[in-house]
């Protein structure tokens, strides 16, 4: 407008900082999918049917650790049947013409077995946070399986007690320290089970066989042996390996003792352990059901 002065518009200095300046150069590869981080890694999940050689460890500790605590009270760490009817008959006892108070040192070892596998499968609950099936729990959950197994075989070491029970004898494990190895191995083992089950696999828990022999024995294609069937190849898998467990830990145990082939087993669980990183993770497969025969008209 004529008779009106237009100032300009102000000038505003925008001050850059050296940092802000300069940019670091992007990698060629920093946009590449494959590279994954150690995070990344370790919060996948495994291909569980992929995951054979570390379940097949898990049932071959089974019967490693089983082959010492029965050598010497004639009871299990893994299997709770037998514990559960024992206490079971031993409260029928009470009912008797006669009753029986005497707490026996075996109804004593089974309450210690059960409750602490108890114990130890709510602590595999943990879990249910990070996932069953990703990698960093299965590595921190078979770790914490070795470390049980280290508390149990330093504490049967400070026992100093025998490794065996002699035929017709009772439960030789009767001290503190023997109750808490022993509740160790239990503890353990009911970890190792929920973990297994969690999985969804053909080794089923891995501490029980019973199950995994009635599911073999009605299995429909039992003897087509001309070709393999993964679900009956696992469970024979199962079998042997349960049963080398147990007779490679009577033969450990009759040459070191108690304590020296627990301190063996939590080795071999760290090896397992370590085998967790090698499992190939889970591929995501895309459904196509114009691909899918079930769906073609």
Request: aromatic letters at 10%.
């Amino acid at each position: 407008m004529e008779g009106r002065l237009v100032l300009p518009r102000p000038v505003i200095e925008q001050r850059r900082s050296l940092s802000s300046s300069y940019r670091r150069p992007k990698s060629p590869d920093a946009n590449d999918p494959t590279i994954v981080t150690v995070k990344g890694f370790f919060l996948q999940e495994i291909e569980e049917q992929r995951a054979v050689v570390p379940l097949a460890g898990y049932c071959f500790m089974t019967g490693f650790l089983n082959a010492v605590c029965f050598s010497a009270i004639f009871a299990w760490c893994a299997s709770q049947t037998g514990n559960t009817i024992q206490l079971s008959i031993a409260i029928g006892r009470l009912l008797d013409k006669q009753p029986d108070y005497l707490y026996r040192m075996s109804d004593r070892l089974a309450l210690t077995s059960l409750l602490s596998f108890i114990l130890g499968g709510f602590v595999g609950r943990i879990g249910e946070r990070v996932g069953y099936s990703t990698r960093i729990w299965l590595v921190c959950g078979t770790l914490l399986q070795a470390l049980l197994t280290m508390g149990a075989a330093i504490a049967l070491w400070k026992s100093h007690i025998p490794w065996y029970a002699a035929p017709g004898s009772g439960p030789i494990w009767t001290s503190a320290l023997a109750f808490l190895g022993y509740g160790f191995m239990s503890a353990s083992m009911g970890l190792q089970g929920v973990m297994a089950k969690r999985l969804n696999t053909q080794f089923s828990t891995s501490v029980v066989l019973t199950s995994i022999w009635c599911e073999l024995i009605s299995e429909p294609k039992l003897f087509h042996l001309r070709r393999g069937i993964v679900e009956r190849d696992h469970k024979f898998l199962t079998i042997f390996c349960m049963l080398l467990g147990g007779f490679s830990g009577r033969c450990v145990l009759d040459d070191v003792g108690p304590a020296i082939t627990l301190g063996i087993a939590a080795g071999l669980r760290l090896v397992i352990s370590g085998w967790w990183l090698l499992v190939p993770k889970k591929i995501e497969r895309k459904f196509n059901g114009e691909n899918d025969d079930g769906f073609q008209k």
